[in-house]
């Protein structure tokens, strides 16, 4: 099923020089990939304590925007640098839920938004990465299958803060975004589920 993740391989080759200089500097991947996790987490303290202003939120836009590409180069010198490491793998896979839950949850305290809808969406993405990872241990590989991966999750809250910091007020459309962006993933961890399955029959 489509998803803004099958567009990675073509920013990984934009982001490949980047990551050579990076590698010669000594920047390992465990190193990209806490930042990612600070840089979530500094933004989402940010949008926490101000959510009563509107500007805030377009730091979310852009901080997903910076993550996303932190992610690609901590995988990139991984796979392409010989650092990877099982210490990296947990980093990565704990980083990437940790990151979601700080920069979406303090969207709880944005006016206009359901925060129980925010927190169903939070556990719901939080399941839809421990499907991908537990596939691996019935022999499948690590799935990312759509439509509500994290790219597809980043892409829509990236919008939702875009608008919203940009002054469009959010009722009554935005929870019916969020209702739907719940609605996709739990689609998604039935198709992830369901992959996996086929790649091991």
């Given at each position: 099923?489509?998803?803004?993740?099958?567009?990675?391989?073509?920013?990984?080759?934009?982001?490949?020089?980047?990551?050579?200089?990076?590698?010669?500097?000594?920047?390992?991947?465990?190193?990209?990939t806490?930042?990612?996790?600070?840089l979530?987490?500094?933004?989402?303290?940010?949008?926490?304590?101000?959510?009563?202003?509107?500007?805030?939120l377009?730091?979310?836009?852009?901080?997903?925007?910076?993550?996303?590409?932190?992610?690609?180069?901590?995988?990139?010198?991984?796979?392409?640098?010989?650092?990877?490491?099982?210490?990296?793998?947990?980093?990565?896979?704990?980083?990437?839920?940790?990151?979601?839950?700080?920069?979406?949850?303090?969207?709880?305290?944005v006016?206009?938004?359901?925060?129980?809808?925010?927190?169903?969406?939070?556990?719901?993405?939080?399941?839809?990465?421990?499907?991908?990872?537990v596939?691996?241990?019935?022999?499948?590989?690590?799935?990312?299958?759509?439509?509500?991966?994290?790219?597809?999750?980043?892409?829509?809250?990236?919008?939702?803060?875009?608008?919203?910091?940009?002054?469009?007020?959010?009722?009554?459309?935005?929870?019916?975004?969020?209702?739907?962006?719940?609605?996709?993933?739990?689609?998604?961890?039935?198709?992830?589920?369901?992959?996996?399955?086929?790649?091991?029959?």
């Amino acid at each position: 099923m489509a998803s803004v993740y099958d567009l990675k391989p073509r920013f990984q080759d934009l982001l490949r020089p980047v990551v050579g200089r990076l590698a010669r500097a000594g920047v390992s991947a465990n190193q990209v990939t806490v930042a990612a996790l600070l840089l979530s987490v500094v933004i989402g303290v940010t949008i926490g304590l101000l959510a009563e202003r509107a500007w805030p939120l377009l730091l979310l836009p852009l901080a997903l925007f910076v993550r996303m590409a932190l992610n690609a180069i901590d995988g990139m010198l991984a796979r392409e640098h010989a650092m990877a490491s099982p210490l990296g793998a947990i980093l990565n896979e704990l980083g990437d839920v940790l990151s979601d839950a700080a920069l979406y949850l303090p969207l709880c305290w944005v006016a206009g938004l359901s925060p129980v809808l925010v927190v169903a969406v939070v556990v719901a993405a939080v399941i839809v990465e421990m499907t991908g990872v537990v596939a691996v241990q019935i022999g499948a590989s690590r799935r990312y299958d759509g439509p509500m991966g994290k790219s597809d999750r980043a892409l829509a809250f990236g919008t939702l803060g875009l608008l919203i910091g940009l002054g469009v007020e959010p009722q009554p459309w935005a929870d019916w975004v969020l209702a739907l962006l719940l609605l996709l993933s739990l689609f998604t961890i039935f198709n992830r589920g369901r992959q996996a399955l086929r790649e091991i029959a």
